[in-house]
């Protein structure tokens, strides 16, 4: 039979992109989920041409989502097997001006959030003794610039609750991975950077001109490695953190923004 997604943050981005892969790659169906509900309808329009797509339209930071979104996802096909989280919030904040609001914001949405995600959906997945969890991580979650302070710790906590529900829910037949991501091009990294950095509309390609492909990341780049992991030929994989990233923690690099030969 074939799958069903669950996927936040997929009105953009990787959460789109992934979403098309797995149509395209025969899944029944997947459910989008996103605060944003015109781009959200505007994605799923472009995603029913090639299947079946559900969204719901809500806030991760509300407790009462995760349990919304694996009713809604169970309502409509009667099974998850795939949950894949995702959505995160960027929002700088470092921890000189880090304030209490900010610091929940962003603790509820890129930690709490999908903490009760994979709870609600392992559970339903346990029953079925099958499915695959992948949380969006990041690379800041071994440490970065001063500004993404918060962010990064909200990452790292993220990180060591994947390898606790691999173990958890390994002999229910669910598997778990995280992807720290590297920097990627999306629709939200390009406004963050136009927008909060003032970087000039062709950034991307002064950046990834740096970089060792010559590119950025995409979102069919982690389209990619999602599919695989949700594939047979990762079923000997479980709770695998992957460095998505071309340059290897702790080396030596050429970095725009740190100057020729200083370390990342």
Same mark, same amino acid.
């Given at each position: 039979?074939? &799958?069903? *997604? ?10 789109? /992109?992934?979403? &098309?892969?797995?149509? @395209?790659?025969?899944?029944?169906? =997947? =459910? ?5 509900? #015109? ?5 799923? *329009? ?11 339209? @809500? ?21 998850? %097997? ?10 700088? !904040?470092?921890? #000189? ?6 610091? %929940? ?17 392992? @559970?339903?997945? @346990? ?6 969890? +992948?949380?969006?991580?990041?690379? +800041? *979650? ?7 302070? +918060? ?13 606790? $529900? *691999? ?20 629709? /939200? ?19 990834? $001109? ?11 780049? +982690?389209?990619?490695? !999602? ?15 992957? #460095? ?5 923690? /702790? ?14």
């Amino acid at each position: 039979m074939s &799958r069903v *997604a669950l996927i936040t943050g997929g009105a953009q981005g990787i959460g789109a /992109g992934t979403a &098309r892969r797995f149509l @395209a790659d025969g899944f029944a169906g =997947v =459910v989008l989920l996103d605060r944003n509900a #015109d781009r959200l309808e505007q994605e799923a *329009a472009a995603l029913r041409k090639i299947g079946r797509v559900e969204t719901l339209v @809500a806030d991760l930071r509300d407790d009462a989502t995760p349990q919304r979104a694996i009713d809604l996802t169970m309502a409509k096909f009667g099974r998850i %097997d795939v949950l894949f989280n995702a959505a995160g919030d960027t929002s700088r !904040c470092g921890i #000189d001006d880090a304030t209490p609001a900010k610091f %929940d914001q962003l603790l509820e949405v890129n930690v709490k959030a999908p903490l009760f995600m994979m709870q609600q959906a392992a @559970a339903r997945m @346990a029953k079925a003794r099958s499915g695959v969890i +992948i949380n969006v991580t990041s690379m +800041i *979650a071994y440490g970065g610039p001063p500004n993404l302070a +918060i962010y990064s710790a909200t990452k790292a906590a993220l990180v060591t609750l994947t390898k606790h $529900a *691999a173990q958890t829910y390994a002999w229910q037949g669910v598997r778990t991975f995280a992807i720290n991501l590297g920097w990627a091009l999306t629709e /939200g990294e390009q406004a963050l950077q136009t927008g909060f950095h003032s970087m000039p509309k062709d950034w991307s390609k002064m950046i990834g $001109a740096r970089m060792p492909s010559g590119r950025l990341i995409t979102p069919d780049d +982690i389209a990619d490695l !999602c599919a695989y992991l949700v594939s047979p030929s990762a079923a000997m994989m479980n709770g695998a953190v992957i #460095d998505f990233e071309q340059i290897p923690v /702790g080396m030596f690099r050429e970095h725009p923004a740190l100057g020729p030969e200083n370390p990342a």
